[in-house]
């Protein structure tokens, strides 16, 4: 006997999780985490776990790699074994080193590089629990966390996946609707500028699809922009010299 | 000395006589913006393998091969045969490739190259099933890069779609539970659609399509987009760093398909189709 399919969109526009279309999973944020970095950053998105540390700027390491006229940028994108279903080989996988790649290139748009020639600006991201949406989440939190080290910056880059569920364009994806969607859209953006630091697509959306679905992340990204600056204002509203070392 | 934002200067330089050409329409090697160098694709070039393509693109030339042999599906996909893609920057293709196992470019070009064709659902993986849960062909498709002018993400997918439309493979039939050779004529691949892919440069809001390595060397940034058919963006990429104008990208989508158009026309005719079977 078939078994009936189970819809993950109601009639009236409502997800499995009970979200709406273009609702986001509860987010929290926080800057100044990790004692010993530079700066440092947590995100949650629903069960999206990210911790992000940002060490430096320090002299760049192997030497040859120093740039006369700005810093190196350094991105380590990495998932714990323990973060999904099942165990994940330790490693970096192909995958972890493509997302590293595309949000180094993402953060290395906003860092003011120029500011510190020869020297290297190490960004280290890992995933501590994985579900669904942990590239966005985690330049989310790395560009949360450049700032909480001080390091000039155009912008801060939030950033969100954008999906296609049933015919239907959702904003920030569960992992079931990311494996059973039609498409997943991660998208950062530089708001304060207006522009897309990361774009990547996976899955197939018609132009007119594709341009409602940047509108969305849009959206999303508005509401985690106004999360991170208040983990900024909440960390240093606190913050005085006297408790430093 | 240096000011934000402000690049190398021989870079500098580049950038803005690009700029220059670009206002009026013009590219340093006399192409319009929305031009691309020029296309040969030629198919069934290396009889070991079941298919295969070598694609020139300007000075850019890139080289696919596919293989197939019998394997197990990945256990979230039991009814589904398996793609693997792996792409190589070789040092004979250029001064700034170096020997050794796939650095991250490398790593980036076949997961773009497997995103453009698993994404498109350009073969009919369920159709590639012989034993559910057991036993399903693997579809190897191994992506050499020979000489590098810019751009290898385009060509790259013009000669794994091309190697993979012309491939001819084995039939194999179950008999008593096990998979054996048949001794009927090879066949072809289930193929739906042909994905391609169009890598455009971004100099400010300005757009180019197709960049040399020249032009690689002083664009803002960089997108690939991969189109499964008309109007159906199947694969982005953005490969550079570097911002993109929230409004640039209607414009891109605008371009990209237009010219994937085109592409896909050329692709067709290099592989002897001229219409799809559904």
Redesign the interface.
């Known amino acids: 006997m078939e078994k009936a399919e189970q819809r993950l969109i109601t009639e009236d526009g409502r997800r499995v999780d009970g979200r709406g279309l273009d609702e986001m999973r509860p987010v929290k944020i926080e800057a100044g985490v990790l004692d010993r970095s530079d700066g440092s950053a947590y995100i949650e998105m629903g069960k999206t776990k990210i911790y992000a540390a940002v060490y430096g700027p320090k002299e760049a390491h192997p030497r040859h790699l120093a740039q006369?006229?700005?810093a190196i940028l350094n991105c380590r994108y990495h998932m714990a074994s323990f973060s999904v279903e099942g165990r994940k080989a330790p490693g970096m996988t192909?995958?972890e080193?493509?997302l590293?790649?595309?949000i180094?290139?993402?953060l290395?748009?906003v860092v003011?590089l120029?500011?510190f020639?020869r020297s290297a600006i190490d960004i280290f991201i890992e995933v501590i629990q994985a579900d669904a949406g942990t590239r966005t989440a985690g330049v989310t939190a790395a560009s949360l966390a450049l700032a909480d080290a001080g390091i000039p910056i155009l912008d801060l880059c939030p950033g969100i996946a954008v999906g296609k569920v049933e015919g239907r364009i959702v904003l920030d994806p569960s992992e079931e609707e990311d494996k059973k969607g039609e498409?997943d859209?991660p998208v950062a953006?530089?708001p304060r500028?207006?522009?897309?630091?990361?774009?990547?697509?996976?899955?197939?959306?018609?132009?007119e699809e594709?341009?409602e679905a940047?509108l969305l992340a849009?959206k999303g990204i508005n509401v985690l922009y106004e999360l991170q600056r208040k983990a900024l204002s909440k960390k240093f509203a606190s913050f005085s010299p006297m408790d430093e070392e | 000395m240096y000011r934000i934002g402000t690049k190398p200067y021989p870079t500098k330089i580049m950038h803005d006589k690009l700029y220059e050409l670009i206002l009026r329409g013009e590219r340093l090697d006399g192409r319009r913006p929305y031009d691309y160098r020029t296309i040969e694709i030629k198919t069934s070039i290396i009889e070991k393998t079941d298919g295969s393509a070598l694609v020139n693109l300007g000075g850019t030339k890139i080289i696919a091969g596919v293989k197939t042999s019998l394997g197990q599906p990945y256990p979230d996909t039991p009814e589904q045969g398996n793609i693997v893609v792996n792409a190589e920057l070789l040092p004979l293709a250029s001064s700034f490739f170096e020997p050794g196992p796939p650095d991250e470019k490398a790593i980036e070009l076949a997961r773009v190259v497997d995103r453009c064709i698993r994404e498109s659902k350009m073969l009919d993986l369920e159709k590639i099933v012989y034993i559910p849960g057991r036993t399903v062909l693997v579809v190897y498709i191994d992506v050499y890069v020979l000489d590098y002018d810019g751009n290898y993400f385009d060509p790259a997918v013009l000669a794994s779609v091309a190697a993979l439309a012309t491939a001819k493979i084995p039939v194999y039939e179950v008999r008593d539970g096990e998979v054996v050779l048949s001794h009927e004529a090879k066949t072809s691949l289930p193929i739906r659609r042909f994905p391609v892919s169009v890598t455009i440069g971004l100099l400010g809001d300005k757009i180019i399509v197709d960049p040399t390595s020249l032009e690689e060397s002083a664009i803002d940034t960089s997108i690939v987009l991969g189109w499964s058919q008309e109007d159906e963006v199947a694969a982005i990429q953005k490969n550079l760093q570097g911002l993109i104008s929230f409004n640039v990208m209607d414009e891109i989508i605008r371009v990209s398909k237009e010219k994937a158009n085109e592409l896909r026309t050329r692709l067709m005719e290099a592989v002897g189709r001229v219409g799809i079977e559904p």
């Open positions: 006369p006229h700005k192909r995958r080193i493509e590293s790649k595309v180094r290139q993402a290395e748009s003011i120029e500011e020639p498409a859209m953006m530089a500028l207006d522009s897309i630091v990361l774009l990547q697509l996976n899955g197939r959306l018609r132009s594709f341009r940047l849009k």
